[in-house]
Every structure is written in C-alpha cells, then in structure tokens.
C-alpha cells in the first residue's frame, strides 16, 4: 500500500482546522491514521499558530517513501522557511 502525508479536517463549519497526518492512500479522508505530524490553522485568531510541524518526523516519513500532498509540500516549505528565520 502507498502511504501519504495529507491533511485531515477537523474543527467545526466554516472554521476548518487540519491535522497534517501520515495515512494509507485507501484510508479516507477522516479516517485512520499512522502518524499525527501536527496541525495547520488556516486562520489562526489571536495567540492561535497558524502551522505546528514536527519537520524531523516529516523527514523520516518522506526517505521511507511517503508521498506528500501538494498542500502538505507547501507547508512542509513554508515550515522550513520559518524554522530558518
């Protein structure tokens, strides 16, 4: 079986929040997990993180062949550019 990084709803309407998760290409959307890798906020209030990622573990899921979503790439980046500064 394939094994994706992608991102799983949570939250309530009109107030998404995502788990960014290491599961099954089969498994849906909501569905079973491996690995819980952290969280994106796509609008954070107040003292709220817009973007909790746990790189190292996201590294180790992608050498053994994960495939990345292309939302999950440009957060993985976008979490590599805020580690730098």
Do not use: C
């Not at 796509?42 to 979503?69: C, F, H, I, K, M």
């Amino acid at each position: 079986m394939a094994v994706k990084i992608r991102l799983q709803r949570q939250g309530r309407a009109h107030r998404p929040l995502y788990r960014v998760v290491v599961a099954e290409s089969s498994s849906r959307r909501d569905g079973r997990f491996i690995e819980n890798l952290g969280n994106y906020n796509p609008s954070p209030r107040g003292q709220e993180q817009e973007l909790v990622l746990n790189l190292g573990r996201a590294d180790y899921w992608v050498s053994v062949g994960a495939q990345p979503t292309d939302t999950v790439r440009a957060l993985i980046s976008k979490a590599r550019r805020r580690s730098v500064a």
